[in-house]
T-cell receptor
Framework: GENVEQHPSTLSVQEGDSAVIKCTYS??????FPWYKQELGKRPQLIIDIRSNVGEKKDQRIAVTLNKTAKHFSLHITETQPEDSAVYFC???????????FGSGTQLTVLP | DAGVTQSPTHLIKTRGQQVTLRCSPKSGHDTVSWYQQALGQGPQFIFQ???????QRGNFPDRFSGHQYPNYSSELNVNALLLGDSALYLC???????????????FGEGSWLTVV
């Protein structure tokens, strides 16, 4: 079926190290790939997104890369800080551009 | 992301009851989507409203229904509540989609529904 697979489900890194979260998607027509950060008890917040006309996008310590041929995209967080600890979700507009299908989430823990 | 407002923030209902959740989209947005997020899972698409009509629906039973008003605000109604309906219900707003390009969506704070 059409889905978005996200790995790993949990990730622990030392403060200052980098974190990478990967997602694969099934619909080759998808052309928009957002990443959301969700802190405990809060709503998901958009942190970065990328469209298929570019292969990489960067915003300070956060970057997203996209490989349309392989149908996967990744979130890269450099110089991690304790406040980066949260659940991160990738998403893609599968089935229809009108709805996002979310990955299962990655619990990132940054150890001080 | 600021500007999408939802009410109520928390509520407790009994099995079999009905619930109505409300959402006002971000200023300038005309499309409202509803998502259900169970504990420990990603948001699941319920449906989307544009121009006061349901435009797309996810894999949810017809106990879940909605409405959009001329001012773009929206309601989510769930009838005959089940224990499994306990979740965070998220409203997301965006501009109308054109072509095949996904649009940026912004979530409200959500409504925490507990069914007992």
């Amino acid at each position: 079926g059409e889905n978005v697979e996200q790995h790993p489900s949990t990730l622990s890194v030392q403060e200052g190290d980098s974190a990478v979260i990967k997602c694969t998607y099934s619909d080759s027509a998808s052309n928009y790939f957002p990443w959301y950060k969700q802190e405990l008890g809060k709503r998901p917040q958009l942190i970065i997104d990328i469209r298929s006309n570019v292969g990489e996008k960067k915003d300070q310590r956060i970057a997203v890369t996209l490989n349309k041929t392989a149908k996967h995209f990744s979130l890269h967080i450099t110089e991690t800080q304790p406040e980066d600890s949260a659940v991160y979700f990738c998403a893609a507009p599968l089935r229809s551009a009108r709805q996002l299908t979310f990955g299962s989430g990655t619990q990132l823990t940054v150890l001080p | 992301d600021a500007g999408v407002t939802q009410s109520p923030t928390h509520l407790i209902k009994t099995r079999g009851q009905q619930v109505t959740l409300r959402c006002s989209p971000k200023s300038g947005h005309d499309t409202v989507s509803w998502y259900q997020q169970a504990l420990g899972q990603g948001p699941q698409f319920i449906f989307q409203y544009y121009e006061e009509e349901e435009r797309q629906r996810g894999n949810f039973p017809d106990r879940f229904s909605g409405h959009q008003y001329p001012n773009y605000s929206s309601e989510l109604n769930v009838n005959a509540l089940l224990l499994g309906d306990s979740a965070l219900y998220l409203c997301a707003s965006s501009l109308v989609l054109t072509g095949n390009s996904g649009n940026t969506i912004y979530f409200g704070e959500g409504s925490w529904l507990t069914v007992v």
